[in-house]
């Protein structure tokens, strides 16, 4: 905080971070009846300046208009992006190959999802990497059948890893869903199948504070779908509990899964018939606390990402429509009572697959689709807790990317390319307020009968690190060092427009500076007698 103190006018400053481009220039009565404010927001920085009690409305025209001018001529200059590549790690197989899912740790990040081998069958894979630079702790691969590919994946307290995902025969039309711990150094401990007798996928797994495994996913109850819970023992993967959530004659599918600080259990998913999604809240014991369908208007929504932030708010996030698909997001209390919504358009085709979340702000990702070029580009797209956009950015090259997982603590993102040269840059988004509400869900999930069958084993070769010769669609892993948040206490404002403009550099903040002195020499030289 500053002050400056001329003869008859006294202005203060003070310097904040926040996240919109704003100038207000108001009354403030507080002050007497001569007191007016001018506040600015821009680039990150918040500024305030009052001009108390002897200032004439002659005297601080002019110093109003020229600061006024002087922070409008800094924001119309073009600001670079709030992200900067930390780093980025590649590996290949010998086809199409993914990454599905990331975690993170205190020190270190874990990537699952499939690649091919020498033979073409599909393989799941676990890489541990250096959250510092990339580099790889060591990498894995797990067999059950011929085509194996990991989806989600969660680290618990003491380091040990879990993973979900699928697994089919060749020649079989049946897949199963499968769950496998590795302990910190790469040792699988325990790898489970569940009923071979219907077709069933596990797409999300998490860890509550006493280390039991919890797995959504889908399971084939032979007139549909229904929405697959389970509750299993960290020791050896035996079943505690397993319901299903469903409607009859429609398919029910659970995509995510997440876990608060008071280890409630939160599911997402959709109903691919009814063409809503769903958000249910659970206990440890798998009762519902209470479930939410949501749906934007008319439109299929899809809900195929959740995350619970420091507060015990949830959010979920996913795409609407038809093709062209929108993004979506939206935030329930813990209660289940919708706290805002939105839509987020580039014009193209727009969809999220993953959202995380820290202190400060939520993070969306996926791929955004140029209908003009048919390029497909990774997209990340940033909100704050109140639905204001921080920032949106895409990360591509020449060639087709998508982005399928991101995990906060700064930002990592996995997925695929064909691109060899990759760079971030800014993309526009329209941002649109929904005002449906969501219908709450009577019922709950019902026991169902699972059997557990221990299969799977380590597998070599595993994915090769560096680029594929024949070009082929890679494995990635990215890192965006974002920018500093702004602080918690209701400083962050509404904007005026829905656009938000990027971090403000260091230059920027320096030149504000020096504008502020200038102004303030002129006042002292013309503005003040002596």
């Known amino acids: 905080m500053f002050k400056i103190f001329l003869k008859r006018i006294v202005i203060h400053g003070v310097i904040r971070a926040d996240g919109e481009n704003i100038v207000l220039f108001r009354r403030d009565s507080s002050k007497g009846s001569a007191a007016y404010e001018l506040e600015t927001f821009y680039g990150g920085i918040r500024t305030i300046f009052w001009f108390s009690e002897g200032a004439s409305m002659r005297r601080l025209f002019l110093p109003a208009v020229l600061t006024l001018l002087a922070l409008i001529s800094l ?57 510092a630079d990339g580099s790889l702790l060591w990498i894995k691969a797990l067999k059950i059948h011929d085509n194996d590919e990991a989806y989600d994946v969660t680290v618990d307290g003491q380091g040990n890893i879990y993973v979900v995902g ?31 007798t219907m077709n069933s996928t596990g797409w999300g797994v998490a860890v509550d504070s006493n280390g039991y495994v919890y797995v959504t996913g889908e399971i084939d109850i032979g007139t549909s779908y229904d929405c697959l819970i389970m509750k299993l023992s960290p020791t050896d993967g035996s079943l505690v509990w397993s319901k299903r959530i469903g409607t009859a004659d429609r398919d029910e599918y659970g995509y995510d899964i997440a876990i608060d600080s008071n280890d409630n259990i939160y599911v997402a998913g959709k109903n691919t018939s009814a063409y809503s999604a769903f958000l249910l809240k659970l206990d440890t014991g798998g009762n519902m606390i209470w479930g939410e369908i949501w749906k934007v208007g008319s439109l299929n929504t899809r809900s195929e990402g959740v995350t619970v932030d420091p507060f015990g708010n949830v959010y979920i996030a996913g795409a609407v429509g038809y093709y062209p698909y929108k993004v979506s997001i939206a935030k329930f209390d813990e209660n289940g009572n919708l706290q805002w919504a939105k839509t987020w358009d580039s014009g193209g085709s727009d969809y999220v697959r993953s959202v995380a979340v820290d202190s400060q702000r939520v993070y969306l990702a996926g791929y955004t689709l140029d209908p003009s070029t048919g390029d497909y580009a990774v997209l990340v797209v940033a909100f704050d807790h109140v639905g204001n956009l921080a920032w949106d950015v895409v990360w591509n090259g020449t060639e087709f990317e998508e982005a399928y997982a991101v995990a906060s603590g700064s930002l990592y993102i996995t997925g695929l390319t064909r691109s060899l040269s990759l760079t971030v840059t800014d993309i526009s988004g329209t941002i649109t307020d929904v005002t449906d509400q969501p219908v709450k869900i009577l019922g709950g999930p019902v026991a169902i009968s699972i059997s557990l069958t221990s299969l799977g084993e380590e597998y070599t070769p595993t994915p090769e690190e560096g680029r594929s010769a024949a070009q082929d669609y890679d494995i990635f892993v990215l890192a965006l060092a974002t920018p500093s948040p702004a602080p918690v206490g209701g400083e962050i404002i509404s904007p005026y427009s829905q656009r938000g403009w990027e971090q403000i550099t260091s230059i920027m903040a320096v030149i504000s500076l020096i504008s502020i002195l200038i102004i303030t020499i002129i006042i002292r030289k013309h503005y003040v007698r002596r």
């Open 75 to 131: 924001m119309i200059l073009p600001s670079p992006s709030a992200q900067t590549i930390s780093w980025e790690k590649y590996f290949y197989g010998n086809g199409v190959d993914s990454g599905y899912g990331v975690a993170v740790n205190s020190d270190y990040i874990v990537v699952v999802g499939k690649y091919l081998n020498y033979t073409g069958y599909a393989k799941a894979f676990v890489a541990k990497l250096s959250k």
């Open 166 to 196: 699928q697994t089919q025969d060749t020649g079989t039309s049946q897949y199963y869903g499968f769950v496998a711990k590795f302990d910190l150094d790469g040792n699988l401990q325990w790898s489970r199948i569940w009923d071979e």
